[in-house]
């Protein structure tokens, strides 16, 4: 029998390439051979494969190619404004070589399926905000220009957009943000998304009356097999052994964790306020500040931590190993920038949040946290000096205090758990709908059409 053969594409940061690996090894767990194209100063970064993902028996690993491609700029501190980034990684990975030599390096003797992941898609679309569901045979990503399609978010009020900003940093104006149709045309098309039924299934069933739209995450490994491993990759140096003997030695559910991702950056002011909070917060804590970033520490921060304990009350460490802080018993709440990794990762290992959401879906994220799904709690910025908004220690350590104290938003916070672990498990929602999409692919590689539609 014929064994398809899907590409995957993903956007060259961290961010996007973790999970789209994570789809990878899910997908050749079900038969077809996977090919994930990064760039080469990607792949130059993150080395030999580490710990092989094994759910009950090893699937194929996905194979690796490469794409030339000249490097991008740092992922910590990025400088290029985001459409100019998309543009540049659009390039190589659309090429024909990538494509062929794709093709070449992997175990079937045709070319590659004709579906092609969705992976070139910018990083800030989100199915969660809206969908144009164009005529004739446009397709978007779920994310972008016009109302149609738009569905509610739960709850009163505005979502502020954005909530920081950061002097020197080219941030775009978020509604001139527009999706593009980049993930194929007609109607074999299928669009996939890192999400599951329960969570946002009303976005997803409007979605559906237009193309195949379909959710198969989380793409996080939630079983404690899998959260205990290695995950992905990291182009920035975890602290992971110093993480992890420090949060052992912690009661449970004692330490806030705070981390802004790879990619965004907090004016000094807001580092400020944070660090107040942290120190004046009664918890330990355990903070992420990338190396480009420690800069935006307060001056007398490292003296008052001493003061206050050292590192038996915080440590500050410059990369860690999320999946695994948050599947670790002793964390009890996390401050995040509201990405749509972390926050999946936050509702896939239970971990209720503070939510600090600071430009395009991030706010979006931080609403739902709070107003439709109850595991959070949105920090409330206020005016602050001539770069923005600021959330300041008072309020953070409110939040915190909430959100570690409150047995409401934990019971929430276990209930979406429990859901996000039965989607993806097998015989989930989104595990049923991944072996749909897989017979798709082999409809298709036999030469027939069919495989799945719509859905109501």
């Known amino acids: 029998m014929a064994v398809a053969h899907v590409l995957v594409l993903p956007y060259p940061s961290q961010g996007h390439i973790n999970p789209m690996l994570e789809f990878a090894k899910r997908l ?3 038969g077809p051979a996977v090919t994930v194209v990064v760039t080469r100063h990607i792949l130059a970064s993150i080395g030999e494969p580490a710990t092989p993902w094994a759910p009950s028996a090893s699937p194929p690993s996905p194979t690796a190619t490469t794409a030339a491609a000249s490097p991008p700029p740092p992922a910590s501190r990025p400088t290029s404004p985001p459409s100019a980034m998309s543009a540049r990684a659009r390039s190589p990975i659309s090429s024909t070589t990538a494509l062929s030599r794709a093709s070449s390096t992997t175990p079937t003797r045709r070319g590659p399926s004709p579906w092609r992941g969705g992976a070139a ?9 809206r969908a144009r569901a164009g005529g004739g045979r446009r397709r978007d990503c779920g994310g972008g220009g016009g109302g149609d399609g738009a569905v509610g978010i739960a709850g009163d009020g ?6 920081l900003r950061a002097e020197g940093r080219v941030v775009p104006d978020p509604r001139r943000i527009r999706a593009e149709p980049v993930c194929g045309s007609g109607e074999e098309d299928w669009v996939l998304f890192n999400s599951f039924d329960e969570l946002e299934g009303k976005v997803l069933t409007r979605l559906n009356r237009h193309f195949r739209a379909r959710a198969i995450g989380p793409c996080v490994p939630l079983a404690p097999t899998e959260a205990g491993g290695t995950y992905g990759v990291n182009l920035l140096a975890a602290e992971e052994d110093t993480c992890m003997k420090w949060l052992d030695a912690k009661p449970p559910a004692s330490v806030v964790y705070v981390a802004f991702g790879s990619f965004a950056s907090l004016p000094p002011e807001q580092t400020a306020q944070l660090a107040q909070a942290l120190l004046s917060c009664n918890h330990h804590f355990l903070w992420v500040v990338r190396a480009s970033e420690e ?12 003061e206050d304990g050292g590192s038996e009350k915080g440590l500050v460490v410059k990369w860690s190993p999320q999946v695994r ?5 002793a964390v009890g709440c996390f401050v995040t920038h509201c990405g749509w990794n972390s926050t999946l990762e936050a509702i896939g290992f239970g971990v209720p949040t503070v939510a600090m959401g600071l430009w395009t879906d991030q706010p979006t994220n931080a609403k739902h946290m709070e107003s439709a799904w109850g595991v959070g709690v949105r920090a409330a910025a206020e005016r602050g000096d001539r770069r923005g908004r600021i959330v300041r220690a008072e309020e953070i350590e409110r939040c915190v205090r909430e959100v570690m104290e409150g047995e409401e938003i934990r019971r929430n916070a276990r209930r979406w758990r429990a859901s996000a672990e039965r989607a993806a498990g097998r015989g989930g929602s989104s595990d049923v709908s991944l072996d749909e999409f897989v017979g798709f692919l082999s409809a298709m590689k036999g030469g027939r059409q069919g495989g799945g539609g719509t859905r109501e």
């Open 121 to 129: 898609c910018p990083p800030w679309r989100s199915p969660r905000s």
């Open 295 to 306: 800069e935006t520490l307060p001056p007398q921060f490292a003296e008052r931590l001493k």
């Open 325 to 329: 802080v948050l599947a670790h018993g």
């Open 28 to 30: 050749a767990a079900k």
């Open 158 to 163: 505005e979502i502020g957009v954005p909530v």
